[in-house]
């Protein structure tokens, strides 16, 4: 399984960005996913995330701007982070993690993370 993340770059306050996953190989059952942000001198912080049955959560920051979602097409699973009203303290890098479950066991597989810089 290989993921490969990408939308990140430089965006003033108060705009947006998409950030995508595209995760390929055999994933098959149950799998879960999310975005983590590493922001300078913090950290890592789970952003938000999503389980096989589509329910979401977010961190306290991403609240209300943030939204992620899921698609499953053929042999690829796609993982999309849309934020909106972007913060200066939303800066960091974006990692993507796929958690596929099989049985009793679950293995998380990650992508390579994609920078976002929040400019005033």
């Known amino acids: 399984v290989q993921l490969q993340a990408f939308g990140g770059g430089l965006v003033q306050a108060g705009g947006s960005l998409t950030l995508s996953c595209v995760a390929s190989g055999r994933i098959s059952g149950i799998w879960d996913a999310g975005w983590y942000r590493q922001a300078p001198g913090q950290q890592r912080e789970l952003v938000a995330s999503i389980t096989n049955g589509g329910v979401t959560r977010y961190a306290d920051s991403a609240k209300d701007r943030f939204t992620i979602s899921r698609v499953t097409a053929m042999n690829t699973k796609n993982l999309s982070l849309q934020m909106n009203s972007l913060k200066i303290e939303d800066t960091g890098v974006y990692s993507c993690?796929?958690?596929?479950?099989?049985?009793?066991?679950?293995?998380?597989?990650w992508g390579q993370g994609t920078l976002v810089t929040v400019s005033s």
């Open positions: 993690f796929v958690e596929v479950y099989s049985g009793l066991e679950s293995k998380t597989y």
